[in-house]
């Protein structure tokens, strides 16, 4: 392929120079392994301190409040089956939505086998939950409730602040996928009232394989991984030293960047949104059009099927999705844009870009001119689009 223009990084990030660099020394020089006594550990031991400091800092936690874990994923399955674990004597209800992450929904069906009952919320037509809605779900045996972040498909942010005021007014706790907004958006977990909160390295320039669990002080979350004392005897296991340091290093670069990086995403991002909606006709922007991700973009064409444009555009060298990362291979229209009262036909439309620092201006102007070509290309083969001009015309 003579030209790649890479626009998935909701699904990953490259790992940056900087990040590389601080990971190397740990896989052959300073291997120790942490737990260790002896002075070779060390070394190791510093190192993931600070990783944890860095980690700590960039969402305002106390740096003995982040557990390191192997992904977004499986911080999201600690949070929710250890509260439901923890405070089941309390109750066994739930509340979630229905546009999360298959990493919160599929934990969610494991935990309605085990007995408890999960409340799904409705969103609207740009993803947002309602905050009644919200309040008259909380129920005296309401013990846990998770709501995303940022949605990793349309990029919408939530009210999160005030969900987790709610929470807190009702004795609940609020644990928070912010896998797409971690290292992307500020994110102050004391003045946004939040319990738990799940990240990934590799959505922020890290390594892939670690993430963190965020667990405010005094939340009764018991261990998730058993077998030693690893990460204050919450989760068994060899720490991860490269990974961790990688980590680490990922969100302090991200701290350091973000206010630049938030205003040149959302020009790149403003730029081919406004060319889109304007060149392509029978277009809808997904989403909401102020609350969301800098980086990220969502479009429905309609009268035509993703796949097919995702094809075409890896021909042109475009990188992109139709979704997420973790549903890529299915055939079935995306849950959150059924969420936002999308039909199938239209959400089978669906293209999300994500950009990154390293996008240019150019290679979005690209795009757009080949979203244009392939759009008007796959139209003019089909059949549905043919019936829809006939009847424009009055035929």
């Known amino acids: 392929m003579e030209k790649m223009i890479y626009l998935d990084n909701a699904a990953t990030t490259r790992v940056s120079e900087a990040v590389l660099d601080e990971m ?71 509340i979630t939505t ?23 919320l409705d969103v609207d037509k740009n993803g947002k939950i309602s905050l009644d809605e919200l309040k008259k779900a909380i129920r005296p045996d309401t013990i846990l409730i998770s709501i995303m972040f ?14 987790g005021k709610i929470a807190h007014e009702n004795g609940v706790l609020f644990h928070t996928d912010a896998v797409q907004a971690y290292g992307h958006v500020p994110i102050d977990v004391e003045k946004m009232n939040i319990d738990m909160l799940s990240a990934s390295g590799h959505k922020f320039n890290g390594p892939k ?24 005897n919450r989760r068994a296991g060899t720490l991860n030293v490269p990974a961790i340091v990688g980590f ?6 991200a701290g350091e960047t973000m206010t630049e990086r938030i205003e040149y995403e959302k020009k790149l991002r403003d730029h081919i949104i406004e060319r889109v909606l304007s060149e392509i006709p029978h277009t809808r922007l997904n989403g909401d059009p102020e609350d969301r991700l800098p ?5 429905c064409f309609r009268f035509i099927e993703g796949e ?88």
């Open 248 to 253: 680490g290093k990922a969100a302090q670069i």
């Open 24 to 94: 190397l020394p740990y896989f052959r020089q300073t291997y120790s392994n942490p737990s260790a006594i002896y002075g070779f550990a060390a070394d190791s031991k510093k190192a993931v301190d600070k990783a944890r400091q860095q980690a700590a800092e960039l969402i305002g936690a106390k740096t003995e409040e982040i557990y390191f874990t192997g992904g977004g994923s499986e911080s999201d399955n600690w949070a929710i089956k250890a509260a439901v674990e923890a405070y089941s004597s309390k109750g066994k209800h739930i």
């Open 209 to 232: 394989g670690i993430g963190i669990l965020y667990i405010k002080k005094g939340v009764k979350i018991r261990s998730f991984i058993h077998g030693g004392a690893q990460e204050r």
């Open 98 to 120: 229905k546009i999360e992450h298959h990493a919160i929904l599929h934990t969610c069906e494991y935990i309605e086998k085990q007995g408890c009952e999960v409340t799904y």
């Open 308 to 395: 097919s444009m995702l094809l075409l555009l890896d021909q042109a060298g475009i990188c992109a999705s139709s979704g997420s990362a973790c549903t890529s291979g299915s055939l079935d229209p995306s849950h959150v844009l059924l969420a936002i009262g999308l039909p199938h036909e239209i959400a089978h439309g669906s293209l999300r870009i994500t950009l990154s620092e390293e996008t240019t201006l150019g290679e979005i102007d690209y795009v757009a001119d080949e979203l244009k070509k392939i759009i008007k290309r796959l139209r003019d083969m089909s059949p549905l689009y043919e019936d829809f001009i006939a009847k424009q015309k009055g035929e």
């Open 150 to 163: 940022a949605n990793n498909e349309i990029g919408t942010i939530e009210p999160v602040e005030e969900i």
């Open 295 to 299: 980086n990220n973009v969502n479009f």
